[in-house]
């Protein structure tokens, strides 16, 4: 499976295109504002995108929603607690930042609890939840990989000032979902470069215990 990155929207957030190394088939995980170059890349390798997956419902990850399943016709998966983000741009945040144009976008076509396994691309997405940056974070685990959307980042955390977050509940879920698999782990993450878990095991000073 090829993982392309493309870096969207003006707060640099990461948006993921997974297809299938045959091709024919894709994924694309949390949209940013600005797709172009995102869709650009699906029409080149003339993918069908089997879904839309959101780590969680904050404008600058779903900026692009809407002209990534219009284009596409691919279906939306969202957690049950941001069901409503995204349609209500106070809660999703794009109605609480000056110059921010305010993001709306349709209801999901699948709500997520947790504990599902989806599978794509001949692969199997475990849905775990893991909440403190927002109530509805998820973050999609294969057994080589995750995809933490602002769970973890690397070496620092996601913030937890904004409606919903709550720093105790993060950490939580950091230490004690992201941090039990293995080392080799590779971590993309909503922004920034791609780590692993034992790289933030030994480093990221969130986890070591150096800051808190």
């Given at each position: 499976m090829h993982v392309e990155t493309f870096t969207?929207?003006?707060?640099?957030?990461?948006?993921?295109?997974?297809?299938?190394?045959?091709?024919?088939?894709?994924?694309?995980?949390?949209?940013?504002?600005?797709?172009e170059k995102l869709l650009h890349r699906i029409r080149e390798l003339d993918l069908s995108?089997?879904?839309?997956?959101?780590?969680?419902?904050?404008?600058?990850?779903i900026g692009?929603?809407?002209?990534?399943?219009?284009?596409?016709?691919?279906?939306?998966y969202v957690h049950q607690e941001e069901t409503e983000w995204l349609t209500d741009p106070r809660l999703n945040g794009s109605g609480l930042f000056p110059g921010v144009e305010p993001v709306t976008c349709r209801e999901a076509d699948?709500?997520?609890?947790?504990?599902?396994?989806?599978?794509?691309?001949?692969?199997?997405?475990?849905?775990v939840h893991t909440p403190g940056h927002s109530p509805g974070s998820v973050t999609y685990v294969l057994p080589n990989q995750v995809y933490?959307?602002?769970?973890?980042?690397?070496?620092?955390?996601g913030r937890?000032?904004?409606?919903g977050g709550d720093y105790e509940t993060l950490m939580r879920s950091i230490h004690d979902v992201l941090m039990e698999l293995p080392e080799e782990t590779t971590v993309y993450s909503g922004h920034g470069p791609v780590t692993t878990i034992g790289r933030e095991q030994e480093t990221n000073p969130y986890v070591t215990g150096m800051l808190g």
């Amino acid at each position: 499976m090829h993982v392309e990155t493309f870096t969207l929207g003006p707060v640099m957030t990461n948006c993921y295109l997974l297809y299938k190394a045959s091709g024919g088939e894709g994924l694309v995980i949390d949209p940013g504002s600005g797709p172009e170059k995102l869709l650009h890349r699906i029409r080149e390798l003339d993918l069908s995108i089997q879904a839309v997956l959101l780590t969680h419902a904050h404008f600058d990850h779903i900026g692009g929603l809407e002209e990534v399943r219009q284009e596409t016709g691919a279906p939306v998966y969202v957690h049950q607690e941001e069901t409503e983000w995204l349609t209500d741009p106070r809660l999703n945040g794009s109605g609480l930042f000056p110059g921010v144009e305010p993001v709306t976008c349709r209801e999901a076509d699948h709500v997520l609890k947790g504990g599902e396994t989806l599978s794509f691309l001949g692969h199997t997405f475990e849905v775990v939840h893991t909440p403190g940056h927002s109530p509805g974070s998820v973050t999609y685990v294969l057994p080589n990989q995750v995809y933490s959307g602002d769970v973890l980042f690397a070496g620092s955390i996601g913030r937890t000032d904004l409606p919903g977050g709550d720093y105790e509940t993060l950490m939580r879920s950091i230490h004690d979902v992201l941090m039990e698999l293995p080392e080799e782990t590779t971590v993309y993450s909503g922004h920034g470069p791609v780590t692993t878990i034992g790289r933030e095991q030994e480093t990221n000073p969130y986890v070591t215990g150096m800051l808190g």
